[in-house]
Every structure is written in structure tokens, then in C-alpha cells.
């Protein structure tokens, strides 16, 4: 992944996204053309606000000040070429709801369709990044939630 949670979201989603941490633009919309599709999926309890790219990244990075701290776990999956590209939102999709966001945590999901370079062979691949970092928030009982 790149130096930044926000970086690699801009980076899989094949995006221009500013960050607010190191007051400038992460741009990689020279990817855009190799994304079939890009989504966030987030947890009943998560605020609307967060579908918004820029805003979910930069806000999960502001709320965590150690300097080693993880933020996102980026997974690339290989997907089967044998796929019609048409379902495959779907696949990812389902698989991303059931792992991640049934446990409480926000998916940035992109699926990505290039040329190996090795072989010019099509390479498709699902790069998810999930939020890691968990906000606790205070009213009657200390309550976990994920930004």
C-alpha cells in the first residue's frame, strides 16, 4: 500500500483525492482507465458522510496520531478471467459485505482489469482496502465503532 491510507484509496480507485494530513492532492487518475468499478460499502452504524472517499480516508487518518499506526489493510484478490466482468461487482461485493461489513468495518472496495505484463494475458484483480482503525465513542457504556 502506499505511505497513506488516503493515498492508496486514490490509488485503487484510479482517483484525485486531497489529504488533509499532508495538505496536498493524491492524484492517480492516470489508473482510471484499468478500474471496472469502484465502491464503499459501509456498516448500518456508520454516518453518511463517509461514502464519500476523500472524507471517509481523511477522517480514519485524523483520528490516529501514532506514527506507526495501521489504518487500512489493503487484500488484492485474483478473479477468474472466466468471469463475465458484469458480475463480478456482485462477487466482490457479497464478499466484502459478508467479511468486512457485517463485523461493523467500512469497505473501499475497487476491482481493477489490466494487461499482465508478463504475458499481455488479461489480469483482473479486486484491491480492497477495509478500514482498520476503531473509534470509541462515550454515552451510557463505551461502544465500538468503526470509523
Not at 487518475?29 to 459501509?42: A, G, Q, R
Not at 475497487?110 to 499481455?120: A, P, R, T, V, Y
Not at 484491491?127 to 457504556?141: A, E, M, T
Request: net charge negative; aromatic share 10%.
Amino acid at each position: 500500500m502506499s505511505s497513506s491510507a488516503l493515498a492508496g484509496a486514490a490509488y485503487a480507485a484510479g482517483e484525485k483525492l486531497f489529504s488533509e494530513y499532508e495538505q496536498r492532492y493524491k492524484d492517480y487518475t492516470d489508473k482510471k482507465p484499468e478500474v471496472l468499478y469502484s465502491e464503499i460499502l459501509l456498516p448500518p452504524n456508520a454516518q453518511e458522510k463517509f461514502y464519500d472517499r476523500e472524507t471517509l480516508w481523511n477522517s480514519a487518518e485524523s483520528v490516529e496520531t501514532s506514527y506507526n499506526s495501521q489504518l487500512a489493510r489493503n487484500i488484492v484478490a485474483a478473479l477468474p478471467n472466466e468471469i463475465p466482468k458484469e458480475q463480478l461487482p456482485e462477487l466482490v461485493r457479497e464478499f466484502c459485505e459478508e467479511q468486512f461489513v457485517k463485523k461493523g468495518m467500512c469497505c473501499d472496495l475497487s476491482i481493477h482489469d489490466k494487461l499482465n505484463s508478463f504475458n499481455q494475458s488479461p489480469n483482473k484483480n479486486s484491491g480492497l482496502i477495509k478500514c482498520q482503525k476503531i473509534v470509541y465513542q462515550v454515552r451510557n457504556s463505551q461502544t465500538k465503532q468503526y470509523v
